[in-house]
């Protein structure tokens, strides 16, 4: 399936959604209060109707081999994902930033779509500040009771899909969704506990420069990213998050379960095992 293809069926999914969820008439009601006050447009265009679904235009590019099952993770996090980046189909568990969301979420759109859902705090400028293009971005807010609905028709349709804590996903749901991307080749980042996840990051300590005293604008800040994958290879790493992405301030390490330190020298050679 085409990526158009893809989006053309998320749409109509979609349509379907909203209609359930009363989506249509919050995002009309957004659409009103912005001819009003010069407030950014929603990413998520309204839907047209029905019998008149269009085909978005999804530029096309020539994928390597690579593109087909992984893709990119920023460089500063590259020793905890595999070697040739984020594989298609799996969960990414990130908490404790959304700054640091938005890098992975944007080193991994590339040419592709992405979507946020039950991210409400969530800003444009931030998104675009991260690299995020928004104009390959769809965004639902809050996706309501029929949430399922929502994430399954983005998963349909996107690359890479960032969710938010949503109540509204049983756990069953997200059993269901985690099939449905291993099916369709896409990948979730969720903010909140995800069931067998394949790789976990947690923002531990920050701090930021740039701000005096009670004056002044942050220019950067620092982060300590814990972190570990299914294959046992666990860690933490210091970096500094700017516009312009990520960058290594401290290396803490990668310890992997014995017998297998051959892992951890694969993963990245300037990564080392720790006692």
Do not use: K, N, Y
Not at 46 to 70: G, I, K, L, Q
Not at 91 to 105: D, E, H, K, P, Y
């Amino acid at each position: 399936m085409t990526p158009a293809e893809r989006m053309a069926t998320a749409r109509r999914a979609l349509e379907r959604a909203e209609a359930a969820a009363g989506l249509r008439t919050r995002l009309a009601v957004l659409t009103a209060d912005d001819a009003a006050s010069p407030r950014p447009a929603p990413l998520l265009p309204a839907a047209p109707a029905p019998d008149t679904v269009a085909e978005p235009t999804v530029p096309a590019r020539a994928r390597t081999a690579a593109d087909v099952d992984h893709l990119p993770v920023p460089s500063a996090l590259a020793g905890f994902f595999p070697p040739a980046g984020l594989r298609r189909g799996s969960v990414v568990q990130v908490g404790g930033s959304s700054s640091l969301l938005l890098t992975l979420l944007a080193a991994a759109q590339g040419e592709g779509w992405v979507a946020l859902a039950a991210l409400p705090d969530i800003g444009l400028q931030a998104a675009a500040d991260a690299g995020l293009h928004l104009g390959r971005s769809l965004l639902v807010p809050r996706p309501g009771p029929e949430a399922a609905s929502v994430v399954g028709a983005l998963v349909d349709g996107v690359d890479v899909l960032a969710v938010g804590d949503c109540r509204a996903l049983s756990a069953r749901d997200r059993r269901l969704l985690s099939a449905r991307l291993r099916t369709r080749g896409a990948v979730l980042l969720s903010t909140a506990h995800w069931p067998g996840a394949d790789v976990v990051l947690r923002a531990g300590e920050a701090r930021t420069g740039g701000l005096g005293r009670g004056f002044g604008r942050v220019e950067a800040g620092e982060v300590t990213v814990h972190g570990r994958g299914r294959s046992g290879v666990a860690g933490r790493v210091r970096v500094r998050l700017t516009s312009t992405g990520l960058d290594v301030v401290a290396d803490g390490g990668r310890e992997a379960p014995a017998p297998a330190p051959a892992v951890v020298a694969g993963t990245d050679s300037r990564l080392r095992a720790v006692s």
